[in-house]
């Protein structure tokens, strides 16, 4: 028989076929499929002993032409061994039954066990799922109790603090020299917490606001960067230098032609404030010198339009912003920090006074801020999550817990943009909808996790240097896009004390969280 060496052979596969089972086998699996490969034997002697009653044989050395020939009889071309087939395909079915009925299942707890032990610290955050309703509620609870800021209420001081501030520049404007001989201050921009919509009732948190600066008449800015290869720089140095106007000086005379007049030509009546004495270090915009200038700009601006307020303005000290406080008549302060930023060719990036990653800076060193593109991408995730996502929540609770640390006020190292970043990368990595309010706790936890990793790997990447997964509606240099990702937490790595002060602050953080979100227990 032609097929006789074949089913033969199905047979032998089906005995000696392993089984798919895990690499742990306990005893009682064991002794099952001891039995199973016995009565398997069994079976095969049984066929084997029928196959040779039968005669047919199996010879390896057989051509392919001999296993074409046939013991059928001629003349009736039928074939007597059906229900060898029959028996054949049940033993198929009955291993692939047994298989799959008696497969222990896979313990995910033994894989688990290694990330349990790593996580230790942190474990006491873990979400179990019939406890997130209950925490849900506290969370929610707690959130309105200390945290919350009515969203009219925000939106509407937003508008008043950047109505305020373009007043006060247009009054700065008013009170520059009238050869133009100093910066060109353009209309604010509200960046940061509260433009982006994570602001908290803290009352010394500051609306911040970006301020363009143009060069005046007859001046230029040029942006100085160490960029290397593939590898982006985070700060820069500012160049100014003088353009010839003479043509505008002789048709229209509102200019003076630095460039070709000597400073000693120049009477001072109508030289004015030359930009490079007041705001240079060696030809250099210097940001302490700038913005002092501003400062004592606005002081001489503010009673131009103080009959329009009915509130004090008191100046607060800084090198790095022009820091206001406006008094209301009513008992109610708010902040406002001024950044001065010259924009970097025709992007969106501007080198400020001070930039989220780094409170101060010195000198002529610039620091790169990408406050517009964050705000940008705030707006378009808003269009994308849920009606009432928690996404400014989680971190609205994180900021409140930090600034109510012990560590608070003492040079804390880990930020509110640290946090913002950790944020922002799970809002680009996860879908929208897991973002719903229902999912509070949820993600608080995720934003913690992805805190404590980054802090035990001593790598946060920032989140837009480097990002080729950037949407396209949040507008970057393709250079800086494509660049070599930055670590911020790249002075972690280089000062171990740092780093640990940086761990104790989160544990503080984490300890806070842990207690608000057990606290319905007790």
């Known amino acids: 028989m032609a097929l006789g060496p074949l089913i033969f052979l199905a047979v032998l596969a089906l005995v000696h076929h392993p089984l798919m089972?895990?690499?742990?086998?306990?005893?009682?699996?064991?002794?099952?499929?001891?039995?199973?490969?016995?009565?398997?034997?069994?079976?095969?002697?049984?066929?084997?002993?029928?196959?040779?009653?039968k005669g047919w044989s199996w010879d390896p050395r057989q051509s392919r032409e001999d296993w074409g020939t046939t013991d059928v009889a001629a003349e009736d071309g039928t074939w007597d061994g059906w229900h060898y087939v029959g028996l054949v395909i049940l033993i198929l079915f009955g291993c692939c039954r047994h298989t799959i009925e008696k497969e222990p299942s896979y313990d995910s707890s033994t894989d688990s066990s290694s990330t349990t032990t790593n996580e230790e610290d942190y474990?006491?955050?873990?979400?179990?799922?019939?406890?997130?309703?209950?925490?849900?509620?506290?969370?929610?609870?707690f959130y309105d109790q200390h945290v919350d800021l009515e969203t009219s209420d925000l939106s509407n001081m937003c508008d008043f603090v950047e109505s305020f501030v373009n007043d006060l520049l247009e009054a700065c404007r008013g009170a520059l020299p009238y050869q133009n001989t100093l910066p060109v201050l353009e209309n604010c921009i509200g960046v940061d917490s509260a433009f982006e919509g994570w602001h908290t009732q803290k009352p010394s948190k500051a609306f911040r606001v970006l301020v363009p600066v143009l060069p005046p008449k007859g001046h230029s800015f040029h942006i100085e960067t160490s960029e290397s290869e593939g590898a982006p720089s985070t700060h820069g140095h500012?160049?100014?230098?003088?353009e010839c106007v003479c043509k505008r000086e002789r048709l229209l005379g509102d200019v003076v032609c630095f460039l070709h007049h000597p400073e000693q030509e120049l009477s001072s009546d109508k030289q004015g404030i030359f930009l490079v004495h007041v705001l240079c270090t060696s030809s250099h915009l210097d940001v302490e010198k700038t913005i002092h200038w501003f400062q004592g700009l606005v002081g001489k601006a503010w009673p131009r339009i103080q009959?329009?307020?009915?509130?004090?303005?008191?100046?607060?000290?800084?090198?790095?912003?022009?820091?206001?406080?406006?008094?209301?008549?009513?008992?109610?302060?708010?902040?406002?920090?001024?950044?001065?930023?010259?924009?970097?060719?025709?992007?969106?990036?501007?080198?400020?006074?001070?930039a989220a990653e780094i409170d101060r800076l010195t000198g002529t060193v610039w620091q790169k801020s990408f406050a517009v593109q964050e705000l940008l991408f705030f707006k378009w995730v808003s269009q994308r999550v849920p009606e009432e996502s928690c996404h400014l929540k989680c971190l609205q609770i994180i900021i409140y817990f930090k600034e109510s640390s012990p560590s608070e006020g003492k040079n804390m190292v880990l930020t509110n943009y640290h946090y913002k970043t950790c944020l922002m990368h799970l809002l680009l990595f996860q879908p929208p909808l897991d973002w719903g309010p229902e999912s509070f706790a949820r993600r608080l936890q995720d934003?913690?996790?992805?805190?404590?990793?980054?802090?035990?790997?001593?790598?946060?990447?920032?989140?837009?240097?480097?990002?080729?997964?950037?949407?396209?509606?949040?507008?970057?240099?393709?250079?800086?896009?494509?660049?070599?990702?930055?670590?911020?937490f790249r002075h972690l790595a280089e000062d171990p004390k740092l780093h640990a002060k940086a761990m104790k602050e989160f544990a503080e953080v984490v300890q806070a969280v842990r207690a608000l979100l057990t606290g319905y227990r007790q």
Do not use: W
Not at 24 to 50: F, V, W, Y
Not at 238 to 242: A, G, M, N, S
Not at 465 to 476: A, D, T, V, Y
């Open 238 to 242: 500012i160049l100014v230098e003088t």
């Open 21 to 53: 089972v895990s690499d742990h086998t306990d005893s009682a699996t064991l002794g099952r499929l001891q039995e199973h490969e016995k009565l398997m034997e069994m079976e095969m002697g049984r066929l084997q002993t029928e196959l040779d009653q």
């Open 123 to 141: 474990d006491d955050t873990d979400m179990e799922p019939e406890y997130d309703e209950p925490k849900q509620k506290m969370l929610e609870a």
């Open 307 to 354: 009959p329009k307020y009915n509130l004090d303005l008191v100046p607060q000290p800084s090198n790095s912003t022009c820091r206001l406080k406006l008094a209301f008549r009513s008992g109610r302060s708010v902040s406002i920090d001024i950044i001065l930023g010259v924009q970097q060719g025709d992007s969106l990036v501007f080198l400020a006074t001070q």
């Open 447 to 488: 934003i913690l996790l992805y805190m404590h990793t980054a802090l035990q790997e001593i790598y946060l990447q920032h989140f837009l240097i480097g990002n080729i997964s950037l949407p396209i509606q949040i507008p970057m240099p393709k250079a800086l896009r494509s660049a070599t990702p930055v670590n911020l």
